[in-house]
């Protein structure tokens, strides 16, 4: 049976404090049945359900149908989309509210955003954050003004320490439900680092960390075609791939000649240029005029395998601090 009514009931009551001897007594039940109601084992009547919607000043469809935490996550998610975020402002937007609201953290690092990436517009993360903030002021207001002493005017700051204090339980379990995939509007390439970890990505068969987001544009959103980005973290021995550039690539895992082409050997990456040699030999170009030999018995032993296809590059794509 599933226990939404009970779920309410216990929500509101413990909102407001009350005992479970306190609602039976407004319902002319014993406590125990509260208990059942609670636990999902009983469903009020419908007199009884009007009693409930009258003490806890909610509507019946509150009651039985959709919960204020539902409505209040499809607020925040509505509220997210609006603003046609990239998937770094909404991670960083996550971030913030569950570090200050689920985890003690502190207001002023809820509003500090000196942030100097330009995948992030600033504007964006402090508009959703205070129109989320306002969000938690209506969904909470009765019981912050019950506690405020009904104060006119109360700073924005003492009311989000409030809500933190108070319901940080609650509203844990609301963000952690947010569903980016209702919230962002594209498509994203996912931007990976090469590590040191010990943990092989098993699609790219090397050590990495994912990095960052970037947009995909429509023009790369090819049916059963997927890219992925690597940021260069050292100096290729091919010009044209510069340190702290974004190479794009579209996924490719067979021979291709004479082309740039990401390579994973012995676990690590390198772009490079492959040439069919005799005897079923290859010339593998890690630079213009430097290539070694190797046989396909050579190349399996080193764990070879090819990754993807090159096929644009994005310029110090993060900042010089490489902040994300």
Not at 95 to 114: A, M, P, Q, V, W
Not at 115 to 120: A, E, G, M, P, R
Request: hydrophobic fraction near 35%; include cysteine.
């Amino acid at each position: 049976m599933e226990n939404h009514i009970g779920t309410i009931i216990e929500m509101n009551r413990k909102r407001r404090n009350w005992s479970r001897k306190y609602i039976a007594e407004k319902l002319g039940v014993n406590v125990s049945m509260i208990s059942f109601y609670e636990r999902g084992l009983k469903i009020p009547s419908d007199k009884k359900k009007m009693i409930l919607c009258d003490l806890f000043n909610i509507s019946w469809q509150e009651l039985i149908g959709e919960s204020p935490e539902t409505k209040l996550r499809k607020d925040i998610t509505q509220i997210l989309f609006e603003m046609e975020l990239n998937k770094n402002e909404l991670l960083l937007i996550i971030e913030r509210i569950t570090e200050f609201y689920c985890n003690s953290g502190s207001y002023d690092n809820l509003k500090n955003l000196h942030i100097y990436n330009k995948t992030i517009n600033i504007e964006k993360i402090e508009n959703a954050i205070t129109k989320i903030e306002d969000l938690f002021f209506s969904f909470f207001k009765e019981e912050i003004y019950k506690n405020k002493d009904r104060k006119k005017v109360i700073p924005m700051a003492d009311i989000s320490k409030y809500i933190q204090e108070n319901f940080s339980n609650i509203l844990n379990g609301i963000i952690s439900n947010l569903n980016e995939e209702d919230i962002l509007h594209d498509s994203f390439i996912t931007i990976y680092e090469e590590i040191l970890s010990n943990k092989i990505n098993n699609e790219l068969y090397a050590d990495v960390q994912i990095k960052g987001y970037l947009p995909q544009p429509k023009e790369y959103t090819y049916k059963n075609i997927q890219f992925f980005g690597l940021l260069i973290t050292k100096q290729s021995n091919m010009a044209r791939y510069q340190y702290n550039d974004v190479v794009v690539f579209k996924k490719y895992n067979d021979y291709i000649y004479n082309t740039d082409i990401l390579i994973s050997m012995n676990g690590k990456l390198k772009i490079v240029r492959i040439t069919k040699h005799r005897d079923s030999s290859f010339l593998v170009y890690t630079q213009d005029d430097d290539f070694d030999i190797y046989t396909e018995k050579q190349l399996k032993k080193n764990n070879f395998k090819i990754i993807g296809i090159p096929i644009e590059i994005k310029i110090n794509y993060f900042n010089e601090n490489n902040d994300i």
